[in-house]
């Protein structure tokens, strides 16, 4: 794992509040809304320390070996928090660093695990914000066709 720079924040858990509105704020079924909400709170009862969780084997972070049956991961508090860490990089509360950060694919091996790379590309997040920024929309560009 990199050494992280000692001007860069250690990683930390968000308010509750914050993540608890920002997924209702969230156009999804009510029923998956408080399954995420669920999912949160129970990674934050195993993981009360963030950077904890940073130091623990990269296969109980990601929480499912490539291969794996999605409905029965080998680590499920990491696997379902994933929606809830994605938030985290992108509020700024954590970093993940490129090697560490991969995603789950349809790879056929199943020894290796994925990285968060990986995991936030299959998510569609390829933004990477400084810290303290916040999360905008991005602006939409209307086609004239000249």
Not at 8 to 27: D, G, N, T
Not at 102 to 112: C, E, F, G, I, V
Request: charge should be positive; glycine fraction near 4%.
């Amino acid at each position: 794992m990199p050494v992280p720079c000692t001007d860069e924040p250690a990683p930390q858990h968000c308010p509750r509040l914050e993540y608890i509105v920002s997924v209702a704020q969230q156009a999804i079924n009510p029923h998956y809304r408080l399954r995420k909400i669920r999912f949160h709170r129970n990674f934050l009862e195993q993981w009360p320390h963030l950077p904890t969780w940073f130091v623990a084997p990269l296969a109980e972070r990601v929480g499912r070996i490539r291969g794996e049956d999605s409905r029965q991961p080998s680590f499920p508090t990491s696997y379902l928090a994933r929606s809830s860490l994605v938030f985290l990089g992108l509020r700024g509360y954590a970093r993940f660093d490129y090697p560490g950060c991969s995603a789950l694919s349809n790879s056929s091996s199943t020894d290796r695990v994925p990285t968060w790379a990986e995991i936030l590309a299959s998510m569609h997040w390829w933004t990477r914000r400084p810290h303290s920024a916040s999360i905008a929309p991005l602006p939409i560009r209307r086609c004239t066709g000249r």
